[in-house]
């Protein structure tokens, strides 16, 4: 694999990582179900601020995640069925069961010790008057740790692996339009509430397969084009969530709808495409390795946690002007941080659970991507102009997946 790709793939893994803590860290008081829900409570700088970020901006990190993984499972070393399911079991299942029991733990720790209430703050019932089928609910079905959906879906997507390629060699077009209308009109769906996702895997199986360009800039991409683009439709479709049914009635739904997924297009484009500087710039950090170690830890442990400490914190700071965005900003990195030591303590202390949890392959091995696979990071750090940033020459040698 190109070592840009490499590069691309390890920060943008981290940077959805990151973000995701504070996607889930709003402190809004409407429970966001889908993209064009229309806020309805007052529109302020801290309500707009919070809905611009986690519903306007950062929202095309899952698709962007899916069809970097179907572009590495496409990849895979694996070449029969048996393989590839055997090393997603070690590396998906086991992870998402001891991280369900572990969130499981959590949560009665919190709500026992330290008498949080999960009942307002993760709308679910207590852990202590869940029966033996509302606790296998909660392991398998809905975890506590919301988050194991996506880890629920990669494996299911390894297992249908044979059928996606099958169809996608023969009838490419079709099916794949077929996935990019269920990705559009299937909002509300409970059963399609993740399948949805499905079209931009594929679509990175498509990639790889049909050995497609994601080197090189478009001739008609503009990074600064394309970044003004998607802030400008991430503010419209911010200010229609609020004011959009004074101004267009039912239709505002529709429409922020499709703002919603037009940004998420760009996106996608302009991450991968536009954010070569950045990452040349991050892989001269000597801390930068380091810092890719924590993804993992961050996805695993960062919710119900965050869920947990809004209400508290909203709480003891009401007095204070301005809490709820402080709330919004403090509380993800004081969360991330946790997870940070927590990766270290778990790592030192328990290197044979370290290994389990994280699903690693190799002894000794860091923790997984969950784009199913995790690149050997360069142990060399080197100074570029600019000249060389444009060729590419930014590293020593390949990462090898």
């Not at 895979?76 to 070690?90: D, E, F, T």
């Not at 369900?100 to 709500?111: D, K, N, T, W």
């Not at 880890?151 to 996935?179: H, M, W």
């Not at 037009?262 to 996608?268: D, E």
Request: net charge positive.
């Amino acid at each position: 694999m190109e070592p840009i790709i490499s590069s691309r793939i390890r920060f943008l893994y981290l940077f959805s990582m990151i973000s995701l803590v504070f996607v889930h860290g709003y402190t809004l008081q409407t429970q966001l179900q889908s993209p064009s829900d229309l806020i309805g409570e007052s529109l302020n700088f801290t309500s707009f601020f919070e809905m611009l970020v986690v519903n306007g901006l950062l929202r095309f990190r899952i698709p962007l995640l899916m069809l970097m993984s179907g572009y590495l499972m496409a990849k895979s070393s694996c070449h029969s069925q048996v393989c590839l399911i055997k090393s997603r079991i070690k590396s998906l299942v086991i992870p998402f069961f001891l991280i369900s029991v572990l969130s499981i733990l959590l949560v009665f720790v919190l709500e026992e010790v330290f008498y949080f209430n999960s009942t307002t703050a993760l709308w679910v019932t207590r852990v202590d008057h869940l029966r033996f089928k509302g606790l296998m609910y909660r392991i398998f079905i809905n975890p506590f740790a919301y988050q194991l959906w996506y880890i629920k879906f990669i494996f299911l997507l390894a297992v249908l692996f044979p059928v996606l390629k099958f169809l996608n060699n023969k009838i490419p077009l079709i099916f794949l339009t077929v996935l990019f209308f269920l990705w559009v009109f299937t909002e509300h769906s409970n059963l399609f509430i993740h399948a949805r996702f499905s079209f931009f895997f594929v679509l990175g199986m498509l990639v790889y397969e049909k050995k497609v360009d994601i080197i090189q800039q478009p001739k008609w991409f503009s990074t600064s084009g394309f970044l003004a683009l998607f802030i400008f439709l991430g503010i419209v479709k911010t200010y229609l969530s609020f004011k959009g049914f004074e101004l267009m009635g039912a239709q505002a739904a529709l429409v922020t709808r499709m703002l919603f997924d037009a940004n998420i297009l760009i996106g996608i484009l302009l991450f991968w495409f536009g954010i070569d500087t950045i990452v040349i710039k991050f892989e001269n950090f000597r801390w930068y390795e380091r810092a890719t170690k924590y993804g993992f830890f961050i996805y695993a442990f960062h919710a119900p946690i965050i869920n947990l400490l809004n209400s508290p914190s909203l709480e003891m700071t009401k007095s204070i002007v301005g809490n709820r965005l402080i709330v919004f900003l403090i509380m993800p990195i004081v969360v991330i941080v946790f997870c940070v030591i927590l990766h270290e303590l778990v790592k030192k202390y328990s290197p044979g659970f370290f290994q389990l949890l994280t699903g690693a392959r190799t002894k000794g091995a860091e923790a997984p991507h969950l784009l199913v696979f995790e690149p050997e990071f360069t142990n060399t750090y080197i100074r570029i102009n600019k000249n060389l940033a444009h060729k590419y020459a930014l590293f020593s040698q390949p990462l090898t997946y």
